[in-house]
């Protein structure tokens, strides 16, 4: 960061702590728009649980995720449990996570109601062990990893304790097939049958993780539209005797539309849109999957796949999470007309995360793609990951909030499920978004995403307000403040009080690449009164 642009920072952080933000000078000729809360118009509406997260079933498991960056690890052989194809240097061991963890458990439960989705690659060969037995030295044939009934009942406890509906998917692996190649439910029934002892639920689930990459993923070579057609066939049929309740997602697929870059090299592409054609109406919920590029540690997929620190604000990138939904909502429209949208998977960037995804330059992306996908109708956006790899919300090693969980935080905290159309931004830079404040009958919610480095933006509000303005001395920090103050654990990791600078109505400006929600309790706004 220029010299220049950390003092802007630093002083707008400064007026921002002693609450007088909008004494801020906006630059000559700049343009502003008048919202009225109490008129804004409803557009929409959003699952509950919209803002939702993953965690990975190789967390659940232990396994090999993505290697951290500072890592000094050796890799390990080419026949480790990682994704077809790909290189093993990318690959760490990890532990199974501690779902018990009290820390993450208080850390989770602030974002519910929520889904957690437990799913990724790696569940597309994992063999669930519905013995209580030892586990094998080397997974069964045809699988390449194997999750225990007590890692299964971290995961149902979890859910319990968090307020966070499971989401998952299933093995797909040559060990569930039978003689013709046909996907069998067994493993699956085994899943369900046990959750149900544990007096659990599975909310949602998808046949298997992307299959637009089936072998990478572990399907049998050869492995295409029809036969996918074929198993979701058998997958909804015994979904159904199972659990009427349960939410059909599909297809889950990714590496299309805005996203068609991030692929490895050479790799078998499966169209969604043969993928629907060959099974028909069959889902309850079109699923999709958004990353708007992948990350350094993937940059032997071509330049072209990646991104840059220096792009993060730029009006580019943050609209490559629109640009991949108007893909999928074609195809949904085409095929599954009428049906909800879910992103079951998204972050900064595929292959675990850029170097900044756990800093606040990535908060700007995560809240613009929420408030962005809110309003286009997408029902659920579960962010990958809860506490793993760069792009995670908590640290993996301590579980310590980033930047993205404050905003997350923030966002369940005013962000109602009724969606608003606060109309035209006076510039690009500035992007808005309304929603019913939460819990407030008749208020509203301003989001207001500064992604402008070097200018002052403003609005007019007609109403009083009260302000959160996210801010940090540095893009790249990892450490942020609300209103100046900076957000941290206090004793025994109790949240810090979330409270807004009260705001008087007419001229609101924000500071440079700063990102504000204002609550308007008394927004007395019909669309807002239930």
Known sequence: MKRTMNARLLAGSALIAFGVAMCFAAPAGAQSTTIAPKTLPRVGSIDER?????????????????????????????????????????????????????????????LGPAYVRVSGTWANSTFFQSANSPVPAESPAGFKGVLTRDQWKGVVDFSK?????IVTSFAISAGTRDANGVWTSEQAKQIFDYTKSLEGSIAAAELFNEPTMPEMGGAPKGYDA??????????????RSADPKMLVLGPGSVGEGANSKILVPGLKIMKSEDMLTATG???????YHTYGAVSSRCKSMGAEATTTQDAALSEDWLA???????????????????????NTETAQAACGGDRWASTFLDSFRYLNQLGDLARRGVQVQLHNTLAASDYGLLDEKTYEPRPNYWSALLWR??????VLDPGPSPVPSLHVYAQCLRNHPG????LVINADAKDVQSLTVRTASERFTL????????????????????????????????????????????????????AHNASCQQ
Not at 94 to 108: E, G, H, M, Q, S
Not at 229 to 239: G, H, L, M
């Open 50 to 110: 919209f803002q939702s997260y993953n965690i990975e079933m190789v967390e659940v498991t232990g396994g090999r995720f993505w290697k951290p960056y500072a890592s000094a690890a050796v890799a390990a052989p080419t026949n480790a449990n990682q994704p077809t194809g790909m290189d093993p240097s990318l690959y760490e061991y990890r532990k199974p996570i501690d779902l018990y963890n009290t820390r993450l458990r208080k850390l989770a439960s602030a």
């Open 161 to 165: 304790a968090t307020d966070a509906k």
């Open 226 to 239: 029809a036969a996918f057609a074929r198993d979701v066939k058998v997958f909804r049929d015994y979904a």
């Open 281 to 287: 109406p069959a889902f309850d919920v079109f699923s």
């Open 320 to 342: 490559r999470g629109d640009e991949n939904e108007e893909f999928y909502a074609g195809l949904r429209d085409r095929f599954e007309p009428g049906k909800p949208m879910w």
């Open 413 to 418: 905290k005013l962000m109602g499920t009724t």
């Open 443 to 446: 208020g509203v919610t301003l």
């Open 471 to 522: 801010t940090a001395q540095e893009l790249k920090d990892k450490q942020v403040q609300l209103n100046g103050i900076d957000l941290k654990l206090g004793a025994d990791d109790a949240l810090p009080e979330l409270k807004g600078n009260a705001t008087q109505s007419g001229k609101v400006t924000f500071a440079p690449a700063s990102i504000t929600f204002l609550a308007i309790p008394r």
